[in-house]
């Protein structure tokens, strides 16, 4: 299946992770088409994604305090909205040893479908697949569904739904509008993907190590 070539869907920058340029598949599982998925994670000029505390690592997070909560999220591509939902709360984010105890109940999560993971989110058909954007703020989706999207359109902003340890963005491409049963589309962006650890500057095209 040829991928489908997209746009970031966002400015500024932001942290590779999960990328299926590192393995597929890129989450460690074929599950829900998530095999080409990845993730994005909105950084400062440090490349980090908030400040990291004794606190941090011992607790969990209010993800408002993360610098990148409520960022905007665009379209990666030109096409119509085909699914929307952003009625899920924002909950906190899990780094440091929280991070551990989070992780013991993705099989739980998982088992509750796939609302349960992805959260808050928007999905778009275009040429090649449905584009998933996911993890979405709570009541921040900006389109309906039966809108035609242009890139670079906002959709959504950034959130900490879902299935996610701290405010980030879950894009894949799946060949239907049944996640469940669907294929996994590979993508790329402007004809090639960043690899895990590396910060895409999307303002500037370019792309640096953390």
Do not use: K
Not at 66 to 89: K, M, N, Q, W, Y
Not at 103 to 117: C, H, I, K, V
Not at 146 to 165: F, L, M
Not at 180 to 206: C, K, M, Y
């Amino acid at each position: 299946m040829p991928p489908v070539d997209l746009r970031y869907p966002f400015e500024g920058r932001w942290l590779t992770q999960h990328s299926p340029a590192d393995r597929v598949p890129s989450h460690g599982t074929a599950e829900f088409a998530t095999s080409y998925a990845i993730d994005f994670v909105p950084v400062g000029a440090d490349g980090r994604s908030g400040a990291i505390t004794l606190a941090s690592l011992v607790r969990p997070e209010p993800a408002e305090r993360f610098p990148g909560f409520a960022r905007p999220i665009l379209s990666p591509v030109a096409g119509v909205v085909v699914a929307t939902h952003d009625a899920e709360p924002d909950h906190d984010a899990y780094r440091g040893v929280p991070s551990i105890r989070y992780a013991l109940g993705q099989r739980r999560r998982a088992s509750l479908g796939w609302l349960a993971l992805a959260g808050n989110h928007v999905m778009i058909r275009a040429e090649g697949g449905i584009v998933v954007l996911c993890h979405l703020q709570r009541a921040s989706v900006s389109v309906r569904i039966g809108q035609a999207v242009r890139p670079g359109e906002q959709v959504g902003r950034c959130g900490n739904s879902g299935n996610s340890t701290e405010p980030h963005v879950h894009l894949q491409v799946v060949d239907r509008l049944d996640v469940v049963h669907a294929r996994a589309v590979p993508i790329t962006f402007g004809g090639w993907l960043p690899r895990n650890g590396e910060v895409v500057d999307a303002d500037q095209s370019v792309r640096s190590s953390r």
